[in-house]
């Protein structure tokens, strides 16, 4: 699939398959592009838990959710405290380690673009994926339950399989314009376009 087509294509698919498991060579390379993601300082502070059968189960019981019957979740964790070790190192200049000197939790946006690999890639492998939100009284129990260290934060689950949905919600209508978007060189000034450009009018616009 060429890369605008599966931009396109992305969509967050809400029902699954429940018999058609996830093929292993597709989570392998799933995996693999999350681990590739960007990284600031190259700290590389994300983990990702991959829950299956009765840990997936267990997970789905905790949470209260069905997850559409996805056979797969993956959940995205940041590690703060490898960015702030990484940070702390000559090179960096902080060695107090003091997370208020930053701008933003670069650990939370880092394991989120890794989340968008995720997405990206199971549509390059053919399948569907939602990512749900977790609630502040289920994160401290998936601590508990399945071992993740008190510094690594999940930022929510994603759930993969084979999608059950007809076709996708056509969002055309909901989409916010492009010049309510984009601002070019000064705020309120929309992108010139060229009218023999044919990307306006590509698949991008229509979701």
Known sequence: MEFRQLVAARHM???FDPHRPVPRASL????DHARRGPSAGFSQGQAFLVLEGPH???FLNQAGKTAGNAPLIIVPIA???AYLDRYAHPDKGYPDR???TWTMPYWLLDTAMAALLILQTAVDEGLGAWFFALTPHHRPLLHTTFDIPH??????AIAIGYSAQPHPRDLTTRRRPRDEIIHYGHWGHPLPYDPNDPTPGN???KR
Request: proline share 4%; no cysteine.
């Open 56 to 58: 997936l189960r267990r």
């Open 151 to 156: 510094d690594h934060d999940p930022i929510g």
């Open 98 to 100: 003091d997370e208020t």
């Open 13 to 15: 698919v809400r029902r």
């Open 203 to 205: 698949d991008f616009t």
């Open 28 to 31: 392998h390379r799933i995996l």
């Open 79 to 81: 590690n703060k405290t």
